[in-house]
């Protein structure tokens, strides 16, 4: 079986497959609406993100909870985060949605620790 497509996603075809598979992403609206998916479900999120500090690629396994508009350093306008709980870090952490370069759910579940906002 193939892994559904960011388009797939996004259409709502994804309700009729088995989720034996990881949900897979990489164009930014499929990121989103995997992102959205896994609030809904309270699963875990494993994001690829491109660090602005350092320019480092990493993996993060998070449990998202809110996107937001704020100013930021980057340039001028407002741009768009992720907040979510890193676990390894214990504590919320922003990312900017622009960096963040492919989104999979986990099989884990989470238990919220504040309001979900996202879905």
């Known amino acids: ?22 949900i897979r992403a990489t164009k930014d609206r499929g990121i989103l609406a995997v ?3 896994g609030c ?4 875990k999120v494993r994001i690829t993100y491109h660090k602005v500090t350092d320019g480092a690629i990493v993996v993060r ?9 704020e100013k930021s350093r980057l340039g001028p306008g407002r741009w768009k985060y ?3 709980w890193h676990g ?3 504590s919320i952490k922003k ?8 989104a999979q759910l ?14």
């Not at 990312?95 to 492919?102: A, E, K, M, R, T």
């Not at 986990?106 to 879905?119: A, D, L, M, Q």
């Open 88 to 90: 390894r870090k214990k």
């Open 82 to 84: 992720l907040y979510a």
């Open 95 to 102: 990312f900017l949605v622009n960096n963040i370069l492919d």
């Open 1 to 22: 079986m193939s892994l559904p497509t960011a388009r797939s996603v996004s259409s709502g075809f994804y309700r009729s497959l088995n989720f034996r598979a990881k």
């Open 40 to 43: 809904r479900q309270k699963r």
């Open 61 to 69: 396994v998070l449990e998202c909870y809110s996107f937001r508009y």
């Open 35 to 37: 992102i959205a998916h």
């Open 106 to 119: 986990t099989r884990n579940y989470f238990i919220p620790k504040w309001p979900v906002e996202i879905g």
